[in-house]
């Protein structure tokens, strides 16, 4: 599976939904639940299928401004491309 690319609209796949209380929130999937924690969480907040892949990483970068950008970008794309695998996330 590629990557995304800056104008990919990432979402939540079909069958997949947020859970649990505000502090404790996961994304049920069909095959279980995924604990989120941190930026993990922030990331796939962000992944509403309104905004792009390259404005979510703008958001993340300047909330992250001491990370470097690229390190950020790698990142967040393998995150991504590892949910897609698992078909939780579509982009």
């Given amino acids: 599976m590629a990557p995304p690319t800056d104008a990919s609209l990432p979402r939540l796949a079909t069958g997949c939904r947020w859970g649990g ?3 404790n929130r996961v994304i ?3 095959e279980g639940a995924l604990k989120l924690q941190n930026t993990g969480r922030q990331v796939l907040e962000r992944c509403d299928g ?3 892949f390259g404005e979510i990483l703008t958001g993340l970068q300047k ?3 001491k990370t470097d950008p690229e390190k950020i970008r790698a990142d967040i794309s393998m995150f991504l491309e590892q949910l ?4 939780i996330v579509d982009y």
């Fill in 28 to 30: 049920l999937y069909p």
């Fill in 21 to 23: 209380s505000e502090e």
């Fill in 84 to 87: 897609q695998k698992k078909r």
């Fill in 50 to 52: 309104q905004r792009t």
């Fill in 63 to 65: 909330e992250f401004d």
